[in-house]
Each structure stands twice: as C-alpha cells, then as structure tokens.
C-alpha cells in the first residue's frame, strides 16, 4: 500500500513523484500513511486506571484527521 497523502501531492504535482510506501493506516479514515504525513499520539485508553500508571495507547492519524481532530479539541 502507498501513502494516500503522498498519491494526492503526486497527483497535483506536474512532475512525476511515486508517492511512499505507507508506514502505517489512519486510525480515522483508514488511509495509508508514510513517515512524514502520519502522526502518532499517544493517551490512555479512556476508562483505564490512570492514577495505577497505565501505558498509553499508540493511535496514528494522517495529516488532515490530526488536524481536524486538534481543531475538535480546541488545541489550535
Ligand atoms: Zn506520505
Ligand atoms: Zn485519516
């Protein structure tokens, strides 16, 4: 699978560029995300003991569900 966000500067683009192997898939949209278009966040799964010192969970988005979330959340 390919970076969708890669595939869509690709396709803007005039030149040609093949766009990246993807890294991992959005948690939200379920796209495939390279390196340098994916975010990981990291939070408790929320129900879990927090005071016990749980680890965090991993969640990876791609750039325009990131954004949208942090937008959703106010840290603009
Ligand atoms: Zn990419
Ligand atoms: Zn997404």
Redesign the pocket.
């Known amino acids: 699978m390919q970076c969708y966000d890669c595939f869509l500067e690709s396709r803007a683009s005039t030149v040609p560029v093949s766009p990246a192997i993807a890294a991992a898939a959005?948690a939200?949209?379920?796209?495939g995300v390279c390196g340098r278009h994916s975010h990981a966040t990291y939070a408790p799964i929320p129900g879990s003991p927090a005071s016990t010192g749980a680890p965090e969970a991993r969640r990876i988005?791609?750039d325009?569900?990131y954004q949208a979330e942090t937008a959703a959340a106010g840290q603009t």
């Open positions: 959005c939200r949209c379920g796209a988005t791609c325009p569900c």
